[in-house]
């Protein structure tokens, strides 16, 4: 079984920054493609990046290109999300989740899923 556990998640003005940081236990984290996900009040959960078990691919949600940075350190065990120039329309629940290599974008891909670190960006 493949545990996640967000954190860094919290109040920022428009325009500030974030990193939410992913820590991974009970499976190889290198063998793990990871995604980030989000969910706002009253909406589905959506896409926002992705990173292949090498680090070599990442996809990115088009609200967050240009903006977000997904990256991994697999002696750490643990995946990032550095978010920029946050918009009031980012706060959101903002979720982790891994499956085996293979990088997606689709959340019934995703079968290992953390409990999700809140984002709150003020205008």
């Known amino acids: 079984q493949v545990q996640l556990v967000e954190s860094g998640g919290g109040l920022v003005q428009a325009g500030g920054s974030l990193k939410l940081s992913c820590a991974v236990s009970g499976r190889t984290f290198s063998t793990l493609a990871m995604g980030w996900f989000r969910q706002a009040p009253g909406k589905e959960r959506e896409f926002v990046a992705a990173i292949s078990w090498t680090g070599d691919n990442t996809y990115y949600a088009n609200s967050v290109k240009g903006r977000g940075t997904i990256s991994r350190d697999n002696a750490k065990n643990t995946v990032y999300l550095q978010m920029n120039s946050l918009k009031p329309e980012d706060t959101a629940v903002y979720y982790c989740?891994?499956?085996?290599?293979?990088?997606?974008?689709?959340?019934?891909?995703?079968?290992?899923w953390g409990q999700g670190t809140q984002v709150t960006v003020s205008s």
């Open positions: 989740a891994a499956r085996g290599f293979t990088i997606a974008t689709i959340i019934n891909e995703y079968p290992y």
